[in-house]
């Protein structure tokens, strides 16, 4: 049986839902597997809409917007660039990074719209259904996502973004610019750190565990849980609630 990929597409306004709406009028083909939402700007596009529609079981999600240099909010569409690049690198650790896509499409580009959804429903009709689409979702992968779904909410991971152009291109009071290579390296442990920090909170949310548990339920070096439970308890997110022998257990807070 042919597979129908159900996709959703998130349109800027004042560019690519246009483009859409001309493709409409000019009776230009292309096939009709993706609901469209509207959204004001590309840069509204938040990366936890794209990584809930995959957690839904949506087996793609394109975010379009106005070409670089056109958004009507002068730099919307380069915060979506950022926002879109962190959610693919994070999408990365499960491999379902190739099912969103990023394109710029204007309002005078019908054909054009018509051909970029027609090449994305082939691409992921080539990669055959979302692991977590429809009656049975591979529910491992699915707490991957969920963990990542709650990274890309935490504080540290949207400061990062909301401020890499302000820390790459412009200098501080100390006439020094963050070279971009260095941003993403610094991004790139963050993203990584988070997502491990977020599997370990899900993994507590029945109950309490010692990092050997957590080590061995999440294939996470024991030191580098440690580390991380650390962090949490930091940050107020998990404390301990007992010490049995020698092991002393964590609950997440
Ligand atoms: S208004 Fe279209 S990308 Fe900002």
Redesign the pocket.
């Known amino acids: 049986m042919s597979f129908e990929p159900k996709l959703l597409g998130f349109l800027?306004?004042?560019?690519?839902y246009a483009g859409a709406d001309l493709a409409g009028v000019s009776r230009i083909q292309y096939p009709p597997n993706m609901r469209v939402i509207r959204v004001?700007?590309?840069?509204r596009v938040d990366p936890k809409f794209l990584i809930q529609a995959l957690e839904l079981g949506i087996d793609g999600v394109y975010v379009m917007?106005?070409h670089i240099g056109d958004?009507?909010?002068l730099e919307?569409?380069y915060e979506?660039l950022r926002k879109f690049d962190m959610t693919k690198k994070l999408l990365s650790f499960v491999g379902l990074d190739n099912r969103i896509r990023l394109d710029w499409v204007s309002a005078s580009e019908g054909v054009r719209f018509g051909e970029v959804v027609s090449k994305f429903v082939e691409d992921i009709r080539a990669l055959g259904p979302s692991p977590l689409s429809r009656d049975n979702p591979d529910q491992e992968l699915l707490k991957k996502v969920k963990a990542i779904n709650m990274a890309a909410g935490t504080k540290r991971l949207r400061a990062l973004v909301g401020r890499q152009r302000k820390i790459t291109e412009e200098e501080n009071v100390y006439g020094e610019k963050v070279p971009e290579e260095e941003f993403n390296e610094l991004l790139d442990t963050a993203l990584k750190e988070e997502y491990d920090r977020q599997r370990i909170l899900l993994a507590l949310a029945r109950d309490s565990k010692s990092v050997k548990d957590l080590a061995v339920e999440l294939s996470l070096e024991p030191s580098l849980v440690l580390e991380h439970m650390l962090t949490l308890k930091g940050r107020s997110q998990v404390d301990f609630q007992e010490i049995i022998g020698n092991t002393p257990l964590f609950m997440r807070i």
Do not use: R
């Open positions: 800027c306004n004042w560019c690519s004001m700007c590309s840069g917007g106005c958004c009507h909010y919307g569409n979506a």
